[in-house]
């Protein structure tokens, strides 16, 4: 299985920007999903996950209230959608996913099988 990250880009603070986890291969919707940032010379950094079925989700204290994880299985994708980013919101965003018995700390990066690419997120003030 696949995942492929997009829609980063160059924003100013106060911005929205919504990005994208499209999967290719086993079935999208046995998997749980999270969103990951990471700046040059630090370790991934939790932001959101969602649970399998849609219904559960988890947010960094940093982002909540402004950023929302979602998915939709029908079109294999998931979304994390960031309202009123602030400048240090930019970095690589990176989706991960896992079976839902793999890891038992889903703010861990160590708790996901499986990654994307990565799609660059640039704030500006």
């Known amino acids: 299985v696949q995942f492929v990250e997009s829609g980063g880009g160059l924003v100013q603070t106060g911005d929205s920007l919504r990005l994208s986890c499209t999967a290719s291969?086993?079935?999208?919707?046995?998997?749980?999903i999270g969103w990951f940032r990471q700046v040059p010379g630090k370790e991934y950094e939790f932001v959101a996950r969602?649970?399998?079925?849609?219904?559960?989700?988890f947010y960094a204290d940093s982002v909540k209230g402004r950023f929302t994880i979602s998915r939709d299985d029908a079109k294999n994708t998931a979304y994390l959608q960031m309202n009123s980013l602030k400048a240090e919101g930019k970095g690589v965003y990176y989706c991960?996913?896992?079976?839902?018995?793999?890891?038992?700390?889903?703010?861990?990066?160590?708790?996901?099988?499986?990654w994307g690419q990565g799609t660059q997120v640039t704030v500006s003030s």
């Open positions: 291969g086993r079935a999208f919707n046995n998997y749980r």
């Open positions: 991960a996913a896992a079976s839902p018995w793999y890891g038992d700390d889903y703010s861990d990066p160590g708790s996901y099988e499986y």
């Open positions: 969602i649970a399998t079925g849609s219904t559960n989700t």
